[in-house]
């Protein structure tokens, strides 16, 4: 994350350890450490050899790899800069023009440059207004190609309680959280992404309406009776196994997102047809997106 003196990322400096957890690290170029199954990847703003050497001397852990790259490689080798979706602003932390979602990305996934985040972001728009209403009314019951809605909008339902599963930066909680959904709960198993997600929900003063929960979806699926809305936008496999359990499902809306067009097969046979109906299908640079709602 974003500390004073520093206002951007420029040159990231990491670090693969062997060992996680391991002791939290006060360094003022520090960026943040990502926990994984098989070890911690740190990042800095500066080169920091003599400090890991010294942390691997005090923990015993050992350096796997070390890299330095640009920030705008680590993020695909775009520019992040602000962007319109509808009529919400998103701009970096750094950039100094008004806007309606300000995020610091620091090194997590949901820039919103990713189609899948995109996709999210648009359907997310198009069908919660700022009464915290959502549009979905249309079906369509097999996805079909192109980016068309299936069916015109032509009503509002209230979605008072949302669930951000595999939350990244925040930037979906976030939005929700602008359209008037008044409780947001966004969860995600990376601690750094959780602290980026609350650092960012603070940014934009809805540390009230949005709850980050550190919670490891294989282990820990959420029951999703008690929201309106489900946006996951995750890796196929992981999304697999939550559509294949009943649990996923008791939620009234999905927004579905983080597999490409030749999973969709696979995926559209676990849809529950008796319970729930699609009611958009997007695509974009093959990453698609699934609005759907419960049968009712
Ligand atoms: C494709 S990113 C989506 C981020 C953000 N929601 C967006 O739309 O840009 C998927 C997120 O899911 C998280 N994730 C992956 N596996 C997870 C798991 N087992 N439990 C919880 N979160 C997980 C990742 O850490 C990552 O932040």
Not at 15 to 22: A, E, G, K, R
Not at 163 to 181: N, S, Y
């Amino acid at each position: 994350m974003l500390r004073p003196p520093y206002r951007r990322y420029q040159r990231l400096y990491t670090y693969h350890l062997d060992q996680t957890p391991l002791p939290s690290l006060d360094d003022p170029d520090l960026i943040g450490a990502w926990g994984e199954d098989d070890g911690t990847v740190l990042f800095f703003h500066r080169p920091k050899e003599r400090l890991i050497a010294e942390l691997c001397r005090q923990t015993g852990a050992r350096l796997h790899y070390q890299a330095d790259l640009d920030y705008e490689e680590w993020e695909a080798g775009r520019e992040i800069v602000p962007f319109q979706v509808g009529d919400l602003r998103v701009a970096p932390a750094w950039d100094e023009q008004e806007a309606d979602i300000r995020l610091d990305p620091s090194v997590i996934f949901g820039s919103g440059f990713h189609p899948s985040t995109r996709l999210c972001l648009e359907m997310l728009l198009k069908y919660v207004n700022n009464d915290g209403q959502t549009g979905l009314n249309g079906s369509a019951d097999h996805p079909s190609a192109g980016s068309q809605p299936a069916a015109a909008v032509k009503h509002f339902l209230p979605v008072k309680r949302a669930l951000d599963l595999g939350c990244g930066t925040g930037l979906l909680a976030i939005a929700a959280a602008r359209r008037g959904v008044a409780q947001v709960l966004a969860v995600d198993n990376n601690p750094l992404a959780c602290q980026v997600a609350a650092a960012n929900c603070r940014l934009n003063q809805v540390e009230e309406r949005v709850t980050v929960r550190q919670l490891d979806l294989r282990r820990e699926p959420p029951a999703t009776g008690e929201f309106d809305l489900v946006m996951a936008n995750l890796y196929q496999g992981l999304l697999r196994e939550l559509m294949a359990n009943p649990d996923f499902w008791l939620a009234r809306y999905h927004i579905l997102a983080g597999f490409i067009t030749p999973m969709e097969e696979e995926l559209l046979a676990l849809l529950p047809a008796d319970r729930v109906r699609l009611v958009e299908r997007i695509s974009r640079e093959r990453w698609c997106c699934w609005v759907l709602a419960a049968r009712c």
